[in-house]
């Protein structure tokens, strides 16, 4: 009896299905075999290539000191079916079906993870010689024009834009940088912070016009609203990305206005046994009291554990997990490590550690008395003791706070 028993309350074997076959999807196929889940995962990834990880795109594969990144991962072993080259095309939830281009694939549990997409130099396709940098095949396409150290404009001056510039640079290109913006990374970060950060492009040999409008691109050149003309034997379009969710359009998932998937405090969608995660997805945080939008590594990594683990949860009956984590990233740039944790939106107090003329130097965001976000650059452990204070959320002393020599985590009031 007792054995009948513990048959009857063990879970139907389930057939989750992860659309998305980059670092979100694999950690999510990943999360459920390691969180006991024992039906069938499904990964299907619109690229032909073995799944990989982004971050060395700009950097190893770019300069041809990797070949490729491919995730050290045994899906056979996990008994992870995996459909690479598969285009996703829609979704019917009420028949539990994904339409891709090789067919409808049946989904009791499906996972949202399809990312994001380059945002696209508008009159630009089609130009030879603009490149994107978001994909394997676009750093294999790249990887010629640094060994030929061609004369290289980037359009854009923010994360992607100067990781790209700092390669092209390491590889002995003459590089310009174009910002419509009057300074690099106007849309992440406040002018006082980046202000120290326009002196790196000239510090590394490039050249960063800023105020710069691109009107047309033609072949050998890029032509700039005030008359300007830039040689170039290739432009690297680097002026952001949005949430690869077009596909979604008509299936019922509520989208929210940046295009992304509207997840909850779990990362369920709008349509019942639906979980979105990743760059494609936002969430509302707790924490800050608003919805974010994180298109960083770290966010898809951490996501899946919570998805995997809402998932078996639902078969069980608890109750779900939720989604709170204090965001992070980092980025190598001009010869510096630069790492940011938290969210500084909503912060009421600016604290500078270090001088930002020097090489290493962090900006601490308060509201009130707590710790919400800090930027590094060179202060790793500024960044590793600032993150457990936010996630912590101990009352700061300013005083101590600021003073480049006291250790973060005896800040505290």
Not at 76 to 104: I, K, Q, Y
Not at 121 to 147: N, S
Not at 328 to 342: D, I
Request: overall charge negative; some cysteine.
């Amino acid at each position: 009896m007792s054995e009948q028993r513990r048959e009857e309350d063990r879970p139907a074997q389930r057939r989750v299905v992860v659309v998305g076959a980059g670092m979100a999807g694999v950690q999510t196929a990943v999360a459920l075999r390691e969180q006991g889940f024992d039906g069938t995962v499904t990964l299907i990834g619109a690229e032909p290539h073995q799944p990989y990880d982004r971050p060395p795109l700009s950097k190893a594969v770019l300069l041809g000191t990797a070949e490729h990144s491919a995730f050290d991962v045994d899906f056979e072993s996990l008994g992870v079916e995996l459909r690479l080259g598969t285009e996703a095309l829609g979704v019917r939830p009420a028949d539990h079906e994904l339409d891709t281009g090789s067919g409808p694939v049946p989904y009791d549990v499906l996972v949202l993870a399809t990312g994001a997409e380059p945002i696209r130099l508008p009159g630009a396709e089609g130009v030879p010689g603009v490149h994107l940098l978001r994909t394997l095949d676009d750093a294999e396409r790249l990887r010629p024009v640094l060994a030929r150290r061609h004369a290289v404009v980037v359009v854009g001056a923010g994360w992607i834009g100067a990781e790209f510039a700092t390669a092209a640079r390491e590889a002995g290109c003459a590089v310009t940088v174009v910002e419509a913006a009057d300074r690099p990374l106007a849309g992440a970060l406040p002018a006082e912070v980046t202000a120290p950060m326009t002196a790196w492009y000239a510090d590394s040999g490039t050249e960063l016009r800023t105020h710069a409008r691109v009107e047309r691109v033609e072949p050998g050149a890029v032509l700039l609203d005030d008359g300007s003309r830039l040689p170039a034997d290739a432009v690297v379009v680097g002026i952001g990305a949005r949430p690869a969710t077009a596909w979604l359009t008509g299936s019922g998932v509520e989208l929210g206005p940046h295009g992304e998937v509207v997840a909850d405090a779990s990362l369920c969608t709008s349509v019942p046994d639906v979980y979105a995660v990743g760059d494609c997805a936002s969430f509302p945080s707790g924490r800050y009291g608003e919805r974010l939008l994180v298109h960083h590594w770290d966010n898809a990594l951490q996501g899946p554990r919570t998805v995997a683990a809402n998932i078996l949860g639902s078969a069980t009956g608890e109750a779900p997990a939720v989604y709170d984590p204090v965001p992070y990233f980092w980025s190598e740039q001009f010869g510096r490590f630069v790492q940011y944790a938290g969210h500084h939106t909503g912060a009421d107090t600016t604290l500078w550690r270090g001088d930002p003329a020097g090489p290493a130097w962090t900006v601490c965001w308060l509201r009130g008395d707590r710790l919400v976000a800090l930027l590094a650059v060179g202060r790793p452990r500024d960044l590793a003791q600032g993150r457990r204070l936010i996630e912590s959320g101990p009352p700061m002393n300013p005083e101590l706070l600021a003073d480049p020599a006291t250790p973060l985590k005896t800040a505290t009031a």
